[in-house]
């Protein structure tokens, strides 16, 4: 059973089910911030929880396929070498899990930021899309839109 498991879940449909499995946490924080539901499984541990198994399962197979994660460190020697690392599927993939994961964890923080200043949720809707599509951005707009709330600036909050 592992085996087909194994079988099933290769780099191409783990990365397929990645991209669909963050969509339902995504369409709950962005649609129903304010719901149950989502407060129970997307701003909970719970996809941080389930993301993570995914990636220590990334890891388990990257490994047994004789993956070199020593050469990840290359990464640091110039965009050259990243370039190189983006080349290799199992980097890839372990990479747009942490992306996925770290974004998704930004959506949360948000929306629990959000309720506690009582932001309202149409302001909270772009930044949110903006911060699943392209993560630093959207939070930053994330943060002009709290300043008028907060009515503060502060650089560590």
């Known amino acids: 059973m592992i085996e087909q ?4 879940f290769n780099i191409e449909m783990t990365y397929l089910w990645l991209n669909l ?8 924080l962005i649609f129903f ?5 989502s407060k129970f499984f997307v701003i909970s ?4 929880f389930i993301l993570s198994l995914i990636y220590a399962y990334l890891l388990y197979i990257s490994f047994s396929d004789g993956y070199d994660f020593l050469q990840n460190f290359k990464l640091y020697l ?15 993939i372990i990479f747009w899990t942490h992306f996925l994961t770290i974004n998704l964890f930004c959506g949360a ?22 911060t699943y599509l392209i993560g630093p951005i959207g939070l930053f707009f994330y943060w002009l839109i709290r300043i008028f709330y907060a009515k503060k600036i502060t650089i560590y909050d």
Request: hydrophobic share 55%.
């Open 45 to 48: 541990i719970f996809p941080i």
């Open 109 to 130: 923080w948000i929306v629990k930021d959000s309720q506690i200043f009582n932001i309202n949720k149409f302001l909270v809707f772009l930044p949110l899309v903006i």
């Open 5 to 8: 498991i194994y079988t099933f």
């Open 33 to 37: 911030p304010n719901s149950r539901i």
């Open 21 to 28: 499995g963050v969509l339902p946490f995504w369409f709950l």
């Open 78 to 92: 110039g965009l050259n070498e990243l370039s190189k690392l983006f080349e290799k599927h199992n980097f890839l």
